[in-house]
């Protein structure tokens, strides 16, 4: 009878143990699209800050045009937990709490997202979570936290999958469905393990607002552009590359850079995180982040990732296979030069027949794909097309 019932507890356990050990499906089907603190402000954030932010992102229409998770990073919380180990936001800068954020997020149509980190110390040297999974994860339950991004300072010797595993399935005990955003910056390739352990996963380093700069873990777009390649065959529905957020607004990229970032950022399928200080945000920069057609190619149902079609010198093809037959065709030199497109549609092999092109940044048709294409192209700009089968 004791072995029996030994045996049965065993089966139950057994089977318990899958079921609990999921992510929450059904979150991101395209990927998250809002704004985060940390590429502006870093650690300077506040009650003040993020309610600002949200209404400035409801009047500049970036709300309506899809971004909807704003993200509180590091630096919300009090320098130590409570007594009964509880972490506590920054009395002085969140003197309402984080509940309170996100009911004032949620009230205008914004889903709230929050910072914390898988070791024992934030980068900001704040309260990590490392120890606190599974209570910190009903604290972002009780708050409404809609969106976790958890980074990956101060780990020690800590083993990535076990510990971002360990996060997942308390947020998963905690009941309410979570974005869970995996920040180890690509350390141990996450592409290959995170599927189901969370809906995105960083790849690379910080990025920063310039073009090709590289330092240990500040780089430049273009730079964190060419670690994508190759990429594409991890991401769909679900379950996303993030090449981190977007840096358009930002003061070290030119008018030509924010939008080459922008579009290929769409074409990688990435998740669209701005970091710019929406309030002053100037015209140009809320026309790129607001290009509802360059949007549509991040946000397509089928979800694919784009790809490297062709790299030569002074210019690169990216081309993402889209809903319907459709495809998206990026242009981009980046060279410092003009240059001049000379493209024979016949080349493009992963076309078939004849396609409908339009220009997504003059909006405006352009005929068909029928001999060739020709346009001079700026330095560190793109061309975007959207061919869709003339039936």
């Given at each position: 009878?004791?072995?029996?019932?030994c045996a049965?507890?065993?089966?139950?356990?057994?089977?318990?143990?899958?079921?609990?050990?999921?992510?929450?499906?059904?979150?991101?089907?395209?990927?998250?699209?809002?704004?985060?603190?940390?590429?502006?402000?870093?650690?300077?954030?506040?009650?003040?800050?993020?309610?600002?932010?949200?209404?400035?992102?409801?009047?500049?229409?970036?709300?309506?045009?899809?971004?909807?998770?704003?993200?509180?990073?590091?630096?919300?919380?009090?320098?130590?937990?409570?007594?009964?180990?509880?972490?506590?936001?920054?009395?002085?800068?969140?003197?309402?709490?984080?509940?309170?954020?996100?009911?004032?997020?949620?009230?205008?149509?914004?889903?709230?997202?929050?910072?914390?980190?898988?070791?024992?110390?934030?980068?900001?040297?704040?309260?990590?979570?490392?120890?606190?999974?599974?209570?910190?994860?009903?604290?972002?339950?009780?708050?409404?936290?809609?969106?976790?991004?958890?980074?990956?300072?101060?780990?020690?010797?800590?083993?990535?999958?076990?510990?971002?595993?360990?996060?997942?399935?308390?947020?998963?005990?905690?009941?309410?469905?979570?974005?869970?955003?995996?920040?180890?910056?690509?350390?141990?390739?996450?592409?290959?393990?995170?599927?189901?352990?969370?809906?995105?996963?960083?790849?690379?380093?910080?990025?920063?607002?310039?073009?090709?700069?590289?330092?240990?873990?500040?780089?430049?777009?273009?730079?964190?552009?060419?670690?994508?390649?190759?990429?594409?065959?991890?991401?769909?529905?679900?379950?996303?590359?993030?090449?981190?957020?977007?840096?358009?607004?930002?003061?070290?990229?030119?008018?030509?850079?924010s939008r080459?970032?922008?579009?290929?950022?769409?074409?990688?399928?990435?998740?669209?995180?701005?970091g710019n200080?929406?309030?002053?945000?100037?015209?140009?920069?809320?026309?790129?982040?607001?290009?509802?057609?360059?949007?549509?190619?991040?946000?397509?149902?089928?979800?694919?990732?784009?790809?490297?079609?062709?790299?030569?010198?002074?210019?690169?093809?990216?081309?993402?296979?889209?809903?319907?037959?459709?495809?998206?065709?990026?242009?981009?030199?980046?060279?410092?030069?003009?240059?001049?497109?000379?493209?024979?549609?016949?080349?493009?092999?992963?076309?078939?027949?004849?396609?409908?092109?339009?220009?997504?940044?003059?909006?405006?048709?352009?005929?068909?794909?029928?001999?060739?294409?020709?346009?001079?192209?700026?330095?560190?700009?793109?061309?975007?097309?959207?061919?869709?089968?003339?039936?």
């Amino acid at each position: 009878m004791m072995k029996a019932s030994c045996a049965s507890a065993l089966l139950v356990l057994t089977l318990a143990a899958p079921l609990m050990a999921q992510k929450f499906e059904g979150l991101a089907a395209t990927p998250p699209m809002g704004w985060n603190s940390w590429n502006t402000f870093q650690g300077n954030v506040s009650e003040r800050l993020i309610e600002e932010m949200a209404d400035a992102m409801v009047a500049s229409g970036m709300l309506k045009a899809g971004y909807r998770y704003i993200v509180v990073d590091d630096g919300w919380e009090a320098p130590e937990r409570d007594a009964q180990g509880n972490l506590v936001p920054d009395p002085a800068r969140f003197p309402h709490g984080m509940k309170a954020i996100g009911d004032y997020l949620h009230a205008r149509g914004f889903l709230f997202g929050i910072h914390n980190c898988a070791g024992t110390k934030t980068c900001a040297g704040l309260p990590g979570g490392r120890g606190h999974e599974f209570q910190d994860a009903r604290a972002y339950a009780a708050w409404g936290v809609d969106y976790l991004k958890y980074d990956w300072c101060n780990h020690g010797t800590a083993n990535s999958e076990e510990t971002y595993k360990t996060m997942r399935d308390a947020l998963r005990a905690a009941g309410r469905p979570i974005v869970f955003s995996l920040c180890e910056w690509g350390d141990t390739k996450p592409w290959t393990w995170a599927k189901d352990v969370g809906h995105l996963w960083r790849t690379t380093g910080d990025i920063m607002d310039c073009y090709d700069c590289q330092g240990a873990y500040s780089l430049g777009w273009k730079y964190i552009l060419d670690l994508q390649a190759g990429l594409e065959q991890y991401a769909g529905p679900g379950h996303w590359n993030d090449p981190d957020m977007l840096e358009v607004g930002n003061p070290g990229l030119s008018a030509a850079e924010s939008r080459a970032h922008f579009s290929l950022w769409a074409m990688l399928a990435a998740p669209l995180m701005a970091g710019n200080d929406v309030r002053r945000m100037p015209d140009e920069a809320r026309g790129v982040l607001t290009n509802a057609e360059v949007i549509a190619l991040d946000q397509d149902a089928l979800g694919k990732q784009g790809f490297r079609f062709m790299k030569h010198p002074g210019k690169q093809i990216w081309a993402k296979e889209l809903s319907g037959g459709e495809w998206a065709v990026c242009f981009f030199n980046d060279s410092d030069e003009t240059v001049q497109l000379r493209i024979d549609w016949s080349n493009l092999s992963f076309l078939s027949g004849a396609y409908r092109v339009r220009d997504l940044w003059q909006k405006k048709d352009l005929g068909r794909t029928e001999g060739e294409f020709r346009a001079p192209l700026p330095s560190h700009d793109v061309e975007v097309l959207r061919l869709t089968p003339a039936r």
